[in-house]
Nanobody
Framework: QVQLVESGGGLVQPGGSLRLSCAASGRIFSVDAMGWYRQASGKQRELVAIITSDGKTEYVESVKDRVTISRDSANDTVALRMNSLKPEDTAVYYC???????????????WGQGTQVIVTS
């Protein structure tokens, strides 16, 4: 069993910054990609940023100049630094990881429980 636990969401004013963190734990053999998705009220979940095991990153166009994703592969953690936040960034942010785990080993996608980010004045 693999768990992803997020932290760092909250209420912030427009133009402010937040840092989200996520830690993976459990019977993990290795972690491939880790990333962040978000889901605003009434909208579909969308990719925000993702980082592979070799450090390649991908960002959704709407955030790429304001957001930085990073990971600590030794500790199976991923962080998302968000700057210049806008009201349209308001959403529940979900940590994602593609993990090789279990016995027999298998690759599966795992999700955190979500952390709310609200950007409002």
């Amino acid at each position: 069993q693999v768990q992803l636990v997020e932290s760092g969401g909250g209420l912030v004013q427009p133009g402010g910054s937040l840092r989200l963190s996520c830690a993976a734990s459990g019977r993990i053999f290795s972690v491939d990609a880790m990333g962040w998705y978000r889901q605003a009220s009434g909208k579909q979940r969308e990719l925000v940023a993702i980082i592979t095991s070799d450090g390649k990153t991908e960002y959704v166009e709407s955030v790429k100049d304001r957001v930085t994703i990073s990971r600590d592969s030794a500790n199976d953690t991923v962080a998302l630094r968000m700057n210049s936040l806008k009201p349209e960034d308001t959403a529940v942010y979900y940590c994602y990881a593609r993990v090789l785990s279990g016995w027999p080993l298998r690759t599966a996608a795992y999700w955190g429980q979500g952390t709310q980010v609200i950007v409002t004045s």
